[in-house]
């Protein structure tokens, strides 16, 4: 097994000498066979910084009461929280996932995640982890939901089983770019449904997503997942 993954490294190092990788963010050469950023754009990534709010996670808020971003809602999640601030190489990279199936890129980011998860969170409060589904539609048109992937990385360091078929997307919603806030929620309401609910019945869910933005998304996520019985829903992020 050693010996494969060896071999598999030296593999990979020899392509990478005879194909160079770049960084997909600012095109320079990248020398590590592991990175899928060079070490200047990953470290620009702007991630987020303790105290959370308690409830919505933005940064710098008060870890026992709502912050004034979230103090108006009423969310049917327990409690979110993001990895990174939606800026600079970040926002790049969300994009280019959007739209290119970049597997080492997702993986890395993946990994960011599943390391913030483990430093803000405990996951073996979580009895299954899954993702913002995309509608059927979207999906074959991307080949990739970015959300799911990082679930299925979170759950592969965790052991806390996925799954991405039981919550799903019944109304194609128009995109939420350019929408108010109040029209985000709209848009959302009633989109998703839990197909399986019983999988979901009394238990902690972890629900993955790339971008909190208003929290209307993660909301009407939340909101099928408490119909299908689910006894608590806590919301990871990427981006916010
Ligand atoms: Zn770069
Ligand atoms: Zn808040």
């Not at 059927?136 to 959300?147: C, D, I, S, T, V």
């Not at 990385?153 to 078929?165: A, I, N, Q």
């Amino acid at each position: 097994m050693k010996l494969f993954s060896t071999g598999k490294w030296y593999l990979a190092a020899l392509l990478n000498v005879i194909f160079p990788s770049v960084c997909p963010v600012c095109k320079k050469r990248i020398f590590s066979v592991q990175e899928a950023l060079c070490r200047e754009c990953f470290t620009n990534i702007n991630l987020t910084l303790a105290p959370f709010c308690r409830y919505c996670g933005k940064s710098k808020g008060f870890h026992d009461r709502r912050c004034d971003f979230c103090r108006p809602e009423q969310y049917s999640f327990d409690r979110a929280l993001s990895v990174c601030n939606y800026t600079g190489t970040l926002r790049k990279c969300l994009h280019m996932l959007k739209y290119k199936r970049k597997v080492r890129l997702a993986t890395e980011l993946g990994s960011l995640m599943t390391r913030f998860i483990q430093a803000h969170l405990n996951i073996r409060e979580m009895d299954i982890i899954t993702a913002v589904p995309l509608h059927k539609k979207r999906r074959l048109e991307r080949g990739f939901n970015q959300a799911e992937f990082f679930a299925r990385k979170t759950s592969e360091f965790s052991t806390t089983p996925f799954d991405f078929k039981s919550l799903i997307r019944v109304k194609n919603t128009r995109s939420q770019f350019e929408l108010t806030k109040v029209e985000r929620f709209e848009n959302m309401r009633e989109a998703f449904g839990c197909k399986h609910s019983q999988v979901f019945t009394g238990k902690s869910v972890l629900l993955i997503d790339d971008i909190f933005t208003t929290g209307a998304t993660a909301n009407a996520c939340a909101e099928a997942l408490k119909q299908a019985g689910a006894s608590k829903v806590t919301v990871v992020t990427m981006a916010r």
